[in-house]
């Protein structure tokens, strides 16, 4: 396809330089001299600056979701999950809680397909979880989604998540270790 070899470029240029800016600031230049802010902050988990990072963990959680969905076994998706989601959640609560995408049929099998695109960058939170937030441009419905991740022993696993289809308003959580702070107000997570 003319052109498309251009468009991965700029993306990965793109991605390149908020590298960059994450890592060195937007000068460019790494201070000699790290403020206790700044150790504080280098000692978070490293965010994924790679958009194939992004996707895989999108991609990973909505499978095993629509695995789940499918066969009505909730366990791996839990066991994946990091500690505090699991002890909040059991197989049964996700059972309860992804009901109403099991009883429609729901297909989630387009997360393997198509692209995410992100309603917000990638950012982590003040306490270093991952926020992976926006839709996969399915047709007739769009799969939205509400993603974090705590790091645990070096791997990124799911602390939260909230999936929702263009017949409900906005994503709704269905589980989650901790009460979490949205970064977008219009969004709502509760425990």
Same mark, same amino acid.
């Given at each position: 396809?003319?052109?498309?070899?251009?468009?991965?470029?700029?993306?990965?240029?793109?991605?390149?330089?908020?590298?960059?800016?994450?890592?060195?600031?937007?000068?460019?230049?790494?201070?000699?001299?790290? #403020?206790?802010?700044?150790?504080?902050?280098?000692?978070?988990?490293?965010?994924?600056? #790679?958009?194939?990072?992004?996707?895989?963990?999108?991609?990973? #959680?909505?499978?095993?979701?629509?695995?789940?969905?499918?066969?009505?076994?909730?366990?791996?998706?839990?066991?994946?999950?990091?500690?505090?989601?699991?002890?909040?959640?059991?197989?049964?609560?996700?059972?309860?809680?992804?009901?109403?995408?099991?009883?429609?049929?729901?297909?989630?099998?387009?997360?393997?397909?198509?692209?995410?695109?992100?309603?917000?960058?990638?950012?982590?939170?003040?306490?270093?979880?991952?926020?992976?937030?926006?839709?996969?441009?399915?047709?007739?419905?769009?799969?939205?989604?509400?993603? #974090?991740?705590?790091?645990?022993?070096?791997?990124?696993?799911?602390?939260?998540?909230?999936?929702?289809?263009?017949?409900?308003?906005?994503?709704?959580?269905?589980?989650?270790?901790?009460?979490?702070?949205?970064?977008?107000?219009?969004?709502?997570?509760?425990?």
């Amino acid at each position: 396809m003319p052109g498309f070899g251009n468009s991965m470029q700029l993306i990965a240029r793109a991605v390149t330089a908020l590298a960059l800016l994450l890592c060195c600031g937007s000068d460019g230049a790494m201070a000699q001299q790290k #403020t206790p802010a700044q150790a504080a902050a280098a000692a978070l988990p490293s965010l994924p600056v #790679t958009l194939e990072q992004a996707l895989y963990l999108i991609r990973s #959680t909505l499978l095993t979701l629509n695995d789940a969905n499918r066969t009505g076994n909730y366990t791996v998706l839990r066991d994946l999950a990091a500690p505090d989601f699991q002890a909040r959640n059991t197989a049964a609560d996700l059972a309860l809680n992804f009901l109403d995408l099991r009883r429609r049929n729901f297909d989630l099998y387009g997360a393997a397909l198509l692209a995410p695109q992100f309603s917000d960058a990638p950012a982590l939170d003040q306490r270093g979880m991952l926020r992976l937030a926006g839709y996969i441009p399915t047709r007739p419905q769009q799969i939205q989604f509400d993603l #974090t991740f705590q790091t645990v022993a070096g791997q990124w696993r799911l602390i939260a998540i909230a999936i929702a289809t263009p017949e409900a308003a906005s994503p709704q959580p269905q589980a989650q270790a901790t009460p979490m702070k949205p970064a977008v107000p219009a969004q709502k997570k509760t425990p």
